[in-house]
């Protein structure tokens, strides 16, 4: 079963920046897809980015030129750097993961990840 442990976030000011952390165990990176999803509060929890373990990365429009994922997959880690943040990047950030079975399946379908972190808490606010 893989376990994965968000951390990074914080309150920061707009315009501000934040790094996000995943680490995953209880498997090898290489051979999984992360997705970064947020929730704010009232709404849907939404997809924000994703790697895959054959290279793609998609973001979601909203977050196009300002968000940036990367992946260790010597530290078992996945990154996601957050910049020029606004109010409305506030939510509690997820990162997930899924496996060779979800291949074909769109990137930014929340319910083809079958392992989830705890979330981090990320507040943009003056």
């Known amino acids: 079963q893989l376990q994965l442990v968000e951390s990074g976030g914080g309150l920061v000011q707009p315009g501000g920046s934040l790094r996000l952390s995943c680490v995953v165990s209880?498997?090898?990176?290489?051979?999984?897809?992360i997705g970064w999803f947020r929730q704010a509060p009232g709404k849907e929890r939404e997809a924000v980015s994703f790697t895959g373990r054959g290279g793609q990365i998609n973001y979601a429009d909203s977050v196009k030129g300002r968000f940036t994922i990367d992946r260790d997959n010597v530290k078992n880690t996945v990154y996601l750097q957050l910049s020029s943040l606004k109010p409305e990047d506030t939510g509690v950030y997820y990162c997930?993961?899924?496996?060779?079975?979800?291949?074909?399946?769109?990137?930014?379908?929340?319910?083809?990840?079958?392992?989830w972190g705890q979330g981090t808490q990320v507040t943009v606010s003056s």
């Open positions: 997930a993961g899924r496996g060779v079975e979800a291949t074909y399946v769109p990137w930014s379908r929340r319910e083809s990840f079958r392992s």
């Open positions: 209880g498997g090898e990176l290489d051979y999984y897809d």
